[in-house]
């Protein structure tokens, strides 16, 4: 009876160990899946952040030449007014003197100069328009170029 006790108390033990040992081994491979899912977290993790960071640069890019465009259209903008502006007060000074002459009496040599005066600024009034022109060109491109 003794013998059969001590196998029986042996089997249980073996049976006790064989246990334990099995698991330690499940213990010890769901860490070692714990460990290589983490891994493969971090290194997606640090995938994502490379392709926020890259995205956020190109946003960045983006911004500076959008901005950059914007700052064109509006000197566009405010070289055409500009122009505009210098042709309206060549024209005002224009009829000025075609009044002046027409209106008033003086001598032939004064009215020449005057006359010679005005051919000036229509001179200068077509030259701006053909800035005019150029300028409203530069502006249609800035537009699109947005």
Do not use: C, G, P, W
Request: glycine fraction near 0%; proline fraction near 0%.
């Amino acid at each position: 009876m003794k013998k059969i006790f001590k196998t029986l108390v042996f089997l249980l033990l073996l049976n006790a160990h064989s246990f334990f040992a099995q698991q330690i081994q499940n213990n010890s491979t769901q860490d070692l899946e714990f460990n290589k899912s983490e891994a493969e977290t971090q290194r997606m993790l640090r995938e994502n952040h490379k392709k926020l960071d890259d995205k956020i640069e190109l946003l960045k890019k983006e911004l500076k030449e959008m901005e950059t465009k914007k700052k064109n259209l509006s000197k566009s903008e405010n070289n055409l007014k500009s122009t505009k502006e210098k042709i309206s007060k060549l024209e005002l000074a224009n009829q000025k003197i075609e009044n002046k002459i027409s209106t008033t009496t003086v001598s032939d040599e004064e009215i020449q100069k005057q006359k010679i005066k005005t051919k000036e600024i229509e001179v200068n009034i077509q030259k701006l328009k053909l800035t005019q022109i150029t300028q409203e060109k530069e502006l249609e491109k800035a537009m699109s170029a947005i």
